[in-house]
């Protein structure tokens, strides 16, 4: 069955940098743009952005440019979120979903952590 | 970007009650409307796509309707497994998200 596994949850110190995987299955991964949504602790969903999974373009959000970055594998059916100059503020549970019509698939989310 | 505003933020309802949720948008969104049940620690699960299309495995009690601008979810008979956060995502453009209802029993 269609699935988004996303890789575990990291703990990092401000300033550095991380990366986090969304593996897709049971699909063509490039018929389907992959978006990104974050979730900080106790709020609400927030969009982020997309990928376009067959140009590699990506749009990002206007809270979301400059430090984030969207990328593919497509030979690994994979797209990533990195986070550059982490902040304390990105501490937050990351999904990814595929855009179909109503956003069916989710991941199972990637927390991450930036503490001093 | 379009603005979803979403009510109530939060409610308590007893079992068996009927529940509906709406959603106001900034603008036309066309039915480009989900609802997602979101449950502590879990991603959310996608129950209606197209304002009024049910997912196929979710339950019947739960319904959407609405066009234009305003949203409705409701839930015809309230069931304990239904506690949670509910959100209203549209996409008809850049997507965003209601604010969230947390739907608690009484």
């Known amino acids: 069955q269609i699935q988004l596994v996303q890789s575990g949850p990291e703990l990092k110190k401000p300033g550095e940098t991380v990366k986090i995987s969304c593996k897709a299955s049971d699909y063509t991964f490039t018929d389907y743009s992959m978006h990104w949504v974050k979730q900080a602790p106790g709020k609400g969903l927030k969009w982020m952005g997309w990928i376009n999974t067959e140009t590699g373009e990506p749009t990002y959000a206007d809270d979301f440019k400059g430090r984030f970055a969207f990328s593919l594998e497509t030979s690994a059916s994979t797209a990533y979120l990195q986070i550059n100059n982490l902040k304390n503020e990105d501490t937050a549970t990351y999904l990814c979903?595929?855009?179909?019509?109503?956003?069916?698939?989710w991941g199972q989310g990637t927390l991450v952590t930036v503490s001093a | 970007d379009i603005k979803m505003t979403q009510s109530p933020s939060s409610m308590y309802a007893s079992l068996g009650e009927r529940v509906t949720i709406t959603c106001k948008a900034s603008q036309d969104i066309n039915s480009y409307l989900s609802w997602f049940q979101q449950k502590p620690g879990k991603s959310p699960k996608t129950l209606i796509y197209r304002a009024n299309r049910l997912v196929d495995g979710v339950p019947s009690r739960f319904s959407g309707s609405g066009s234009g601008q305003d949203y409705s979810l409701s839930i015809s008979s309230l069931e304990y497994e239904d506690m949670g956060i509910y959100y209203c995502l549209q996409y008809d453009e850049f997507p965003t998200f209601g604010g969230g209802t947390k739907l608690e029993i009484k």
């Open positions: 979903s595929r855009r179909d019509d109503g956003f069916a698939y």
